[in-house]
């Protein structure tokens, strides 16, 4: 399984972002999908996750929502702030086989820089 981030790059403070995590590989379900950030230095944070039936946990300035058909998680951020600047990464929870273990797997992250 495979997890790709994109959408990430650079924008002014106050602008917007979309980020995409798509998954691929053999999947037989994803359950939990979220976004994490992290700076150097510090620990990697919870931004957003949602489930496979759409509950959310967020921040008031970001969305999270997924296409379960594709296999596709997006961040929708809003009015950014320098200090949103990091790598965000992108988490899945995956069951690869009907009745199997849930594996969690990691993209490779991709960088959100908010500077004018």
């Known amino acids: 399984v495979q997890l790709v981030e994109s959408g990430g790059g650079l924008v002014q403070p106050g602008g917007s972002l979309t980020l995409t995590c798509a998954a691929s590989g053999i999947i037989f379900s994803i359950n939990d999908m979220g976004w994490y950030r992290q700076v150097p230095g510090k620990p990697r944070e919870l931004v957003a996750t949602?489930?496979?039936t759409g509950h959310t946990y967020m921040e008031g300035r970001f969305t999270i929502s997924r296409d379960n058909a594709k296999n596709t998680a997006y961040l929708q951020m809003n009015s950014l702030k320098p200090e949103d600047t990091a790598v965000y990464y992108c988490n899945a929870m995956v069951t690869v086989v009907r009745g199997g273990v849930e594996y969690e797997y990691w993209g490779q992250g991709t960088q959100v820089t908010v500077s004018s």
């Open positions: 949602i489930t496979n």
